[in-house]
């Protein structure tokens, strides 16, 4: 059974599109990242899948239950990490953990100092206290504590410093090792290409593409890129005319670069 499916996924704003039509499934023990830029449609979709929106027209469901029905049974299960975090400036990190804790019905903290301790994270102090990435390690924190079956992050490594970046990698891929499935938006697509399964590219609410990462890279190696410099200027044809090469240094194309291509305006050339 697959841990997340939407079906025609739907959000407006009055006459404005927030999403439109976006059906996507995320199978148990996969990473999944939703790529788009600022205003795609991204946190619109989170919100949405998690009951936090009501679609305009659509599905969602999540564990095989209705998002909207099923909402409390289905929050029981799930670590969310929004990109807007925050729990009042007064409040501890403890604090939070303490009420996420009492309405998930656990008795204690579960992995919540174990998780402190590996991303250097202060429980205690007013999180009005902490600055921008002492605030997202206890937003992680929140999400992890209780192992859940599904994550679903909103620009997760957002203001943290390139070492609990790769801390939160690694804890990535453990989660998947255990067969939690991972949903996140990100722009760190260096992360989203060395972490991810698949990957959803959502441009102006729709969702354009979803591919493997693996074949994303592949199909582009028509893209791939060789630098000759010369001495002298030649013309085209001369440089067909070489022979004797034995080998070159090609590059292929990152993920950022795949992404872009989604992006160019209609009509526009290759260069």
Same mark, same amino acid.
Do not use: W
């Given at each position: ?28 023990? !996969?990473?999944?990242?939703?790529? $788009? ?21 659509? =599905? ?14 289905? &929050?029981? &299960? ?12 007064? =409040?501890?990190?403890?604090?939070? #953990? ?14 919540? !100092? +174990? ?23 206890? $937003? ?14 909103? !620009? ?9 970046? !790769? ?23 260096? +992360? ?19 591919? &493997? ?22 013309? #085209? =044809?001369?440089? &067909? ?28 050339? +290759?260069?």
């Amino acid at each position: 059974m697959a841990a997340i499916e939407t079906d025609g996924l739907s959000k407006f704003y009055g006459p404005e599109r927030g999403i439109e039509d976006v059906t996507v499934s995320v199978e148990a023990g !996969e990473v999944f990242a939703f790529l $788009g830029p600022n205003g795609a449609g991204k946190t619109t979709t989170i919100r949405t899948l998690l009951d936090l929106l009501h679609p305009s027209a659509g =599905s969602a469901r999540i564990f095989g239950l209705d998002s909207h029905r099923d909402s409390v049974a289905i &929050r029981a &299960r799930l670590g969310n990490l929004p990109g807007d975090f925050g729990y009042g400036k007064r =409040s501890s990190g403890r604090e939070a #953990l303490g009420l996420l804790a009492r309405l998930r019905g656990l008795d204690g903290l579960g992995r919540a !100092e +174990e998780l402190a301790r590996r991303f250097r994270a202060d429980l205690d102090r007013p999180l009005g206290q902490l600055s921008r990435g002492n605030r997202q390690k206890v $937003g992680l924190i929140t999400a992890l504590f209780h192992s859940p079956e599904l994550l679903v992050l909103d !620009e997760p490594t957002s203001g943290l410093d390139p070492l609990m970046q !790769e801390e939160f990698l690694a804890l990535v891929r453990e989660e998947r090792e255990r067969g939690c499935a991972v949903f996140l938006s990100s722009h760190e697509l260096d +992360e989203v290409e060395r972490v991810c399964d698949r990957v959803g590219i959502v441009r102006d609410g729709r969702l354009v593409a979803v591919e &493997r990462v693996s074949d994303l890279l592949a199909k582009t190696i028509e893209r791939r890129r060789v630098e000759v410099e010369f001495a002298d200027p030649v013309e #085209l =044809s001369q440089v &067909r005319e070489i022979r004797g090469v034995v080998g070159a240094e090609f590059a292929r194309p990152t993920l950022e670069e795949v992404f872009l291509t989604y992006y160019r305006d209609e009509g526009e050339g +290759e260069e």
